[in-house]
């Protein structure tokens, strides 16, 4: 069965903060790890990531993958209260369905101060 | 264009009854899926539908459950018989086709007293 173990369960930080969110995944056959962002509301698309190594870069945000220690990280530069939310991180398994079904972990709750 | 929209946003019902939830997916989008999440947990898989076909309900928790999409384009997920255990936010997702990342609605939060 796919598990994804996300970390720290929740974070506070302050305006200005770098902040990191760890996504590790045990997953049969591997085929992508995508990160959301929820607020109080449909969880939003950020990255999907499938190759070992290759940073994807989206403003303040980032998010690398390494396939071989079967983890991810979503790094969040200059920390804005707008970046209050959870993030979730999900995996698709390429095996036995092919059609992307999303196997999410717990959430990071990230709080933002002023 | 517009995005995933689902109804009714909150439901609130009685243990025993039956409700039925609607997802519009967006328009052309082959793939849709139902998740439920809990409070303070994940979205956790329901069911796949590949136009208006059911190919994967393994998620779904028990046979109250039942979920439709007759012409490949609404959604309704069924819920019998409503228990306790059932109150969480019902998310519907769609992607243009199988693999492609998917677009989530605000959900249905669903609440069984």
């Known amino acids: 069965e796919d598990k994804v173990v996300q970390s720290p369960l929740s974070l506070v930080v302050h305006e200005g903060d770098t902040v990191t969110l760890n996504c590790s995944y045990e997953?049969?056959?591997?085929?992508?790890l995508l990160w959301y962002k929820q607020e109080k509301k449909a969880p939003t698309f950020l990255f999907m990531l499938?190759?070992?190594?290759i940073e994807k870069k989206s403003g303040r945000l980032s998010s690398i993958l390494d396939k071989k220690e079967l983890f991810s990280i979503l790094n969040i530069t200059a920390t804005q209260t707008g970046d209050s939310a959870i993030y979730l991180c999900?995996?698709?398994?390429?095996?036995?369905?092919?059609?992307?079904?999303?196997?999410f972990g717990q959430g990071t709750i990230l709080t933002v101060h002023p | 264009g517009a995005g995933v929209s689902q109804s009714p946003r909150y439901k609130v019902a009685k243990r025993g009854q039956d409700v039925a939830l609607r997802c519009d997916p967006i328009?052309?989008?082959?793939?849709l899926f139902w998740y439920q999440q809990a409070l303070g947990q994940g979205p956790e898989f329901l069911t796949y539908?590949?136009?208006?076909?059911?190919?994967?309900k393994s998620g779904l928790p028990s046979d109250r459950f039942f979920a439709e999409r007759p012409e490949g384009s609404v959604s309704t997920l069924k819920i019998q018989r409503t228990q306790q255990e059932d109150s969480a936010v019902y998310l519907c997702?769609?992607?243009?086709?199988?693999?492609?990342?998917?677009?989530f609605g605000p959900g249905t939060r669903l609440t069984v007293t």
């Open positions: 999900a995996v698709v398994d390429a095996g036995g369905t092919s059609y992307g079904k999303l196997t």
């Open positions: 997953v049969t056959n591997f085929r992508s």
């Open positions: 328009s052309g989008h082959v793939s």
């Open positions: 499938t190759s070992s190594g």
């Open positions: 997702a769609s992607s243009l086709v199988e693999g492609y990342e998917q677009y």
């Open positions: 539908f590949q136009n208006e076909a059911q190919l994967d």
